[in-house]
């Protein structure tokens, strides 16, 4: 048989059916190589280099699509991933959080103050304050103040205000609530005292000038920041005995030109011994004139041990009462 000539130029479709007809044709050629060496002529060079090259060029492409597939699939997959992460955490701002005045930084997902609020468990009450309002939105670098109330209750000079302050000690309460305190007043506890969520009772007493009187010294003026009347003389180390009389009354309050009198009061008994005179007894006697007199027995004068009690106010007598007798 005589040797084939080169192979034509095919469409698409033919030279597919040459690739898999190839496959059969090259193991014929392989077999006709052997046959050449016994004299019979070998298969076309061109042609069985064609077919070898058609074969392995198909078998990669196949392969190269299921790979490049699954390299894909694992792209979209990390994509998928890393833009949830991604838009996680572009969903968080980053928010400054102020409670009575220590700042932390949060990250919330909240839009709004009010629920970054409820993201902390932050239960704000009628005089608990916090700014900006709970409806403002949030963005990331927000800040945010929360500041709690508290009870104070005021004692100046004996009469009582309560008031609720956001403050956290006694200076800034005091300027918060516009209560002026004079130079040299006395506070129960020093203006940098820390107020805390139960809040305080805060004394304070004003300077006052008062004129004092103890026993027989001279009255004299003096300035006392005390709110009582025993305050005042225990701050001029006046000290008052149990049976002292103090007016007026000892827990009475203090005003400017309160005149307070300490009277130095001493109570106790004395006895002594008195004269006691003696009776005269008149009879009648129907044998003398009634211009007459005549002495029967001449009386004497007796005694007795008399037992007193005697109050003394700044060593003066005031009281004198006898409570024994003893005659002699």
Do not use: C
Request: no cysteine; charged share 20%.
């Amino acid at each position: 048989m005589g040797h084939a000539g080169p192979p034509e130029e095919r469409s698409g479709f033919g030279s597919a059916l040459d690739v898999w007809h190839g496959r059969t044709l090259l193991a014929g050629s392989r077999n006709a190589h052997k046959t050449h060496q016994n004299g019979h002529v070998p298969p076309h060079p061109l042609r069985e280099h064609l077919l070898l090259r058609s074969g392995t060029f198909n078998l990669w492409s196949i392969v190269s699509k299921k790979i490049a597939l699954a390299i894909l699939s694992a792209v979209l997959t990390v994509g998928l991933v890393l833009g949830t992460v991604a838009f996680a955490s572009a969903s968080k701002n980053s928010v400054t959080l102020s409670i009575d005045g220590k700042q932390q930084v949060v990250e919330t997902s909240a839009d709004t103050v009010a629920g970054l609020l409820a993201d902390q468990h932050i239960d704000l009450r009628s005089h608990d304050a916090v700014a900006p309002d709970p409806s403002a939105p949030l963005e990331d670098g927000s800040a945010v103040a929360v500041s709690y109330g508290r009870k104070l209750t005021l004692d100046v000079d004996g009469h009582t205000s309560t008031y609720w302050t956001t403050a956290t000690n006694v200076d800034d309460a005091l300027q918060q609530i516009g209560q002026r305190v004079e130079t040299g007043s006395d506070l129960s506890a020093s203006r940098s005292s820390s107020i805390g969520r139960d809040g305080m009772r805060l004394t304070i007493g004003t300077p006052k000038n008062v004129v004092v009187k103890v026993g027989k010294q001279h009255a004299r003026k003096v300035s006392t920041t005390g709110l009582t009347v025993t305050d005042a003389l225990l701050e001029r180390g006046i000290k008052v005995g149990q049976s002292d009389l103090v007016r007026p009354r000892r827990g009475s309050l203090v005003d400017d030109g309160t005149r307070i009198v300490v009277i130095r009061q001493a109570a106790g008994k004395e006895t002594v011994t008195e004269s006691v005179p003696f009776r005269t007894i008149v009879r009648d006697d129907p044998n003398m004139f009634t211009d007459q007199t005549r002495v029967v027995r001449a009386g004497q004068t007796g005694s007795e041990r008399v037992t007193y009690r005697i109050v003394r106010h700044n060593g003066a007598i005031v009281v004198k009462r006898p409570v024994a007798r003893v005659p002699l």
